[in-house]
């Protein structure tokens, strides 16, 4: 099949993952450059109040290993950009490998909402004065719309690639 029979919704899926994983990947690099150039502030400076708050210590943790967290963000980058590239070349393997990351990429937007609604909450706003309440209300409304915002892309792209156009449009090449 030419690139000019591949269904648009492949092409158009293939470019995102190309352009996703070279961000991704991007994201990687500058996270790289910032943890070598900030180190993380020592385990004594998050005994505020917040930072005795669980979600806030799961923050540290990740700060303190945040070379970990950006060599496997590396990886995940060059991975997807890999599979978007096999997408527009239209390999079998790249259908089921596009679908387990977008389903990857959900999961990871809904669980950051979660990490966001529990943060807020552990902030204490809810308990403070009227002004702080107001303020832990909307922070509460606009993180919960961005994370909807997040989420509608990769729906949609399950649903794409889970439709008989471009299953059939992957069939006819055996990897």
């Known amino acids: 099949m030419t690139a000019t029979s591949r269904p648009t919704a492949v092409t158009v899926i293939g470019w995102l993952f190309v352009g996703g994983g070279v961000l991704t990947a991007l994201g990687g690099v500058m996270g790289t450059v910032m943890s070598l150039l900030v ?31 950006v060599g496997a963000q590396l ?18 393997w790249s259908r089921s490998v596009a679908e387990a990351i977008t389903w990857l990429a959900l999961a ?5 909402g979660t990490f966001w609604v529990w943060s807020v909450a552990s902030m204490g706003l809810f308990n403070g004065p009227e002004h702080l309440r107001a303020f832990g209300l909307v922070f509460l409304f606009f993180g919960a719309i ?10 949609v ?8 156009a471009i299953r059939e449009a992957f069939s006819g090449e055996r990897a």
């Open 39 to 69: 180190p993380p502030a020592p385990r004594s400076a998050a005994t505020t109040h917040l930072g005795q708050q669980a979600p806030f210590q799961i923050l540290a943790y990740v700060t303190e290993h945040m070379l970990v967290f």
């Open 75 to 92: 990886l995940f980058g060059a991975v997807v950009a890999v599979c978007g590239f096999a997408m527009l070349r239209l390999r079998a």
């Open 108 to 112: 990871y937007i809904l669980a950051f």
């Open 146 to 155: 961005m994370c909807l915002a997040f989420a509608i892309p990769p729906i």
């Open 157 to 164: 792209i399950i649903r794409v690639l889970r439709g008989s």
